[in-house]
T-cell receptor, first 111, second 112 residues
Framework: GENVEQHPSTLSVQEGDSAVIKCTYS??????FPWYKQELGKRPQLIID?????GEKKDQRIAVTLNKTAKHFSLHITETQPEDSAVYFC??????????FGAGTTVTVRA | SQTIHQWPATLVQPVGSPLSLECTVE??????LYWYRQAAGRGLQLLFY??????ISSEVPQNLSASRPQDRQFILSSKKLLLSDSGFYLC???????????FGSGTQLSVL
């Protein structure tokens, strides 16, 4: 089955700086890569997703890049703000009903 | 709009006791339904998913089971809980396979 590895497990950044989270996947058939954000005590929520036919996608301060050859994808958050503090999960799917999640990255934005 | 309800929010159960967690979705028909478990400091592990009434796919062999008695109702059960069943259980739904999963608020289960 699909195995998704996520790094780093924790990330502390100064407010206004950028944050980058990286994930690798094992199944070359995976073609859908979402990112979820889970604030403390709350449910995970989808923040951005990308398909394998696209190399990059942006939504305001958030961007995701995908390298199919290397089988890795990354989340970039620019101009970080305190409300960006949360646990971020990457995931991968080959288009069926199974979504494999990474272990999560705890992002702390220091004021 | 669509909403998902999951209960209870917290549950403390002794080892060997039964379990029943319920999840219902409103505002949509024939959703795909999922049960995930989140262990402390770890990612989300898919336990079961269902694409229709009575249709259950199991991803992890264990002492848990799932049922879908109605279109928008998904139940997670166990006859005898183990210590290792402790965790945060999340119900989720989607319209198109795994795209855009919407999660419930979760149940924190502690087995003592």
């Amino acid at each position: 089955g699909e195995n998704v590895e996520q790094h780093p497990s924790t990330l502390s950044v100064q407010e206004g700086d950028s944050a980058v989270i990286k994930c690798t996947y094992s199944d070359s058939a995976s073609n859908y890569f979402p990112w979820y954000k889970q604030e403390l005590g709350k449910r995970p929520q989808l923040i951005i997703d990308i398909r394998s036919n696209v190399g990059e996608k942006k939504d305001q301060r958030i961007a995701v890049t995908l390298n199919k050859t290397a089988k890795h994808f990354s989340l970039h958050i620019t101009e970080t703000q305190p409300e960006d503090s949360a646990v971020y999960f990457c995931a991968a799917s080959s288009g069926d009903y199974k979504l494999s999640f990474g272990a999560g990255t705890t992002v702390t934005v220091r004021a | 709009s669509q909403t998902i309800h999951q209960w209870p929010a917290t549950l403390v159960q002794p080892v060997g006791s039964p379990l029943s967690l319920e999840c219902t979705v409103e505002g949509t028909s024939n959703p795909n339904l999922y049960w995930y478990r989140q262990a402390a400091g770890r990612g989300l592990q898919l336990l079961f998913y269902s694409v229709g009434i009575g249709q259950i796919s199991s991803e992890v062999p264990q002492n848990l089971s799932a049922s879908r008695p109605q279109d928008r109702q998904f139940i997670l059960s166990s006859k005898k809980l183990l210590l290792s069943d402790s965790g945060f259980y999340l119900c989720a739904w989607s319209v198109q396979r795994v795209e855009k999963l919407f999660f419930g608020s979760g149940t924190q289960l502690s087995v003592l």
